[in-house]
């Protein structure tokens, strides 16, 4: 875009991202620039801003202005400008040239070629008119007759999560051609472990055989998980919703508004905990239920607690002050939008989510397939690589050496692990619910691998739970403390998330080894506060890549010796000293 092209009114330019979050507004165009050191050219969109534009279109109603200001302000005003360039218009004043204010990224630099649809070069007037539309639908206001809020606006710790449209970032990154490669490679990767299962089967039994009993065994009695899920989630959906209905009924026109609030509160948090904390450890434990199968039943119990006690939080205040009018009936949340929540990807209950026109059904059979994919994954790994270690004929009782050694052959393994359970759930299981219920906003996660802090890793890693802690755990306690103590809020988190996190696992193995609440309560406290935000060098997340490298070499290690110890030396008595204290420090056997 030349100077003579340059509107006398211009105030700035602001260089977009190409449909990834946000649709171009009024002036936008795709011109031809050069980039790299090679002078190869890139399409990208140039928004010309103007005076006559910011008459009609003011800048708090447009989220793409947010970061355009005029060049005689301060640099400390110039805020949302990834960089800025001062150049002369054609009436002689200077203007300032934004480039990109993609605060929503999470990515530091985001590729220019991602595109959701594909243009050709002769439709720039039918693709700007597509855009207007979509701008002048983004900046209507929302259907109460409030201004809906720009993404970019300041935040308040008051105000809840904010959804919007966006994809999840790994289906942005598979996109380009490099980091499909490592995609391939993980799958070049699985088939070698087929191979060479089926290899090693030939030599020893003299036939091609691929038998996953270890699979059928972890997800055993699927009929009892089955069942005790559908007790929960019939629980779930009526008990909690009926339960605030009918006390909303009653709150506006009951004496003793606080009586009625406790009262209510007491009979159900008995009713929650018998139900959906006693009923599901009696059935893991009665039924006998192998690993798999009881950590499914645990999670599940889990996520129906967050998502009853999110529904309960963000219901009853809006009950408490929106009295109803004279005759008129206390106005409660509609049924659908609950159900439509316990299903959803999200633990953050909101009346109304921003949806999808439609499913991609090509995307969800490919999730499904991915899913399976990665069940097979993790099966051969504990079987080439975990199960001929750690279950070995003869067992010596604890030592350095054998634990230093078993630790640094557990680390490939359980990395493997790691980015296994990542892609899994958080990408590909979170995705797969998403794209069936036309749930809009995918980032269930950040670029957690980019990290170089722990501060910033626990954020990124799993923005789903990390959401509803920060919530309903950290900014209510901030609150109540009219906003002091928040190391002790920070703390009580951790604590919280430690012995959630050791308490699936103990249920699901079914033995008390508190490996994860360790490395979690003690030394990811201590990584939080030594290592913040304030670390951005790229040692650090070398740094970082170590630590979580040997924190999974523990974990599979200690775990899988703790496991076989359980089963070559039984337990012989009940007192708490002994089913407290782990089995392999003193086991020995041969078998």
């Not at 602001?14 to 990834?20: G, I, Q, R, Y």
């Not at 355009?68 to 360039?85: L, M």
């Not at 009018?325 to 209950?349: D, H, M, N, V």
Request: include cysteine; aromatic fraction near 16%; glycine fraction near 6%.
């Amino acid at each position: 875009m030349g100077q003579s092209d340059l509107p006398h009114d211009l105030i700035c330019q602001v260089e977009e991202k190409v449909d990834l979050f946000f649709p171009s507004g009024p002036g936008a165009k795709r011109v031809k620039v050069q980039s790299g050191s090679r002078g190869k050219q890139r399409t990208r969109i140039i928004r010309t801003v103007t005076q006559t534009h910011l008459k009609t279109h003011p800048v708090a109603g447009d989220p793409q202005l947010k970061g355009c200001v005029s060049a005689d302000r301060p640099p400390t005003e110039r805020r949302g400008c990834r960089s800025a360039i001062v150049r002369p218009t054609s009436s002689g004043p200077s203007a300032l040239w934004c480039r990109g204010p993609f605060v929503t990224m999470t990515t530091a630099e985001p590729p220019n070629v991602l595109s959701h649809r594909k243009t050709r070069p002769s439709d720039h007037s039918s693709l700007q008119e597509e855009d207007l539309r979509r701008w002048q639908k983004h900046a209507q206001p929302a259907a109460n007759g409030k201004p809906s809020r720009p993404p970019f606006s300041s935040h308040r710790m008051e105000d809840g999560k904010v959804f919007m449209d966006r994809p999840s970032l790994l289906d942005e990154l598979f996109e380009i051609n490099h980091i499909r490669t490592i995609y391939h490679m993980f799958i070049a990767i699985l088939l070698i472990f087929c191979l060479s299962t089926l290899a090693v089967d030939y030599l020893d039994q003299g036939r091609l055989v691929l038998e996953f009993d270890l699979l059928f065994f972890a997800f055993g009695k699927l009929g009892t998980v089955t069942w005790a899920w559908t007790v929960m989630f019939v629980y779930t959906l009526l008990v909690p919703y009926f339960t605030l209905v009918f006390w909303g009924s009653l709150y506006h026109s009951f004496p003793s508004k606080l009586g009625l609030s406790l009262c209510t509160a007491l009979v159900l948090s008995a009713v929650q905990t018998c139900v959906l904390g006693v009923f599901p450890i009696y059935a893991a434990v009665h039924y006998e239920l192998p690993p798999a199968s009881r950590f499914i039943v645990i999670l599940e119990q889990i996520r129906f607690l967050m998502k009853s006690y999110s529904f309960i939080r963000e219901t009853a205040p809006v009950i408490m002050k929106n009295a109803p009018k004279e005759g008129e009936s206390p106005r409660c949340q509609a049924f659908s939008s609950y159900l439509y929540f316990l299903f959803c990807p999200t633990l953050i209950y909101k009346e109304s989510y921003p949806r999808n026109s439609h499913i991609r059904w090509k995307y969800v059979f490919t999730t499904l397939g991915m899913i399976f994919g990665c069940l097979f994954y993790g099966y051969f790994i504990l079987v080439r690589l975990c199960v001929p270690v750690f279950r070995p004929k003869t067992n010596q009782p604890f030592s350095k050496r054998t634990m230093v050694l078993a630790v640094f052959h557990a680390i490939l393994p359980g990395t493997m692990l790691l980015l296994l359970c990542f892609f899994a759930f958080l990408h590909c299981w979170l995705n797969l619910f998403g794209e069936l219920l036309r749930f809009a906003d995918r980032m269930f996660y950040k670029d957690w691998w980019n990290s170089t802090s722990f501060a910033n890793y626990y954020r990124t890693w799993n923005v789903v739970v990390h959401d509803w802690l920060y919530y309903y755990g950290y900014r209510d306690f901030l609150l109540l403390s009219k906003r002091k103590f928040r190391t002790a809020g920070m703390l009580s988190v951790f604590i919280v998330s430690a012995v959630v996190h050791e308490y699936a696992l103990g249920v699901a193995f079914g033995f008390f080894y508190p490996v994860m609440f360790c490395l979690f309560a003690c030394f990811g406290v201590v990584f939080n506060f030594t290592m913040n935000d304030k670390r951005q060098s790229p040692v650090f997340n070398v740094i970082m890549w170590m630590c979580l490298f040997l924190g999974q070499g523990v974990q599979v290690c200690l775990y899988c010796q703790e496991w076989y110890a359980q089963i070559h030396c039984p337990q012989t008595g009940n007192s708490f000293w002994e089913l407290v204290t782990p089995r392999s420090w003193s086991c020995n056997y041969q078998s």
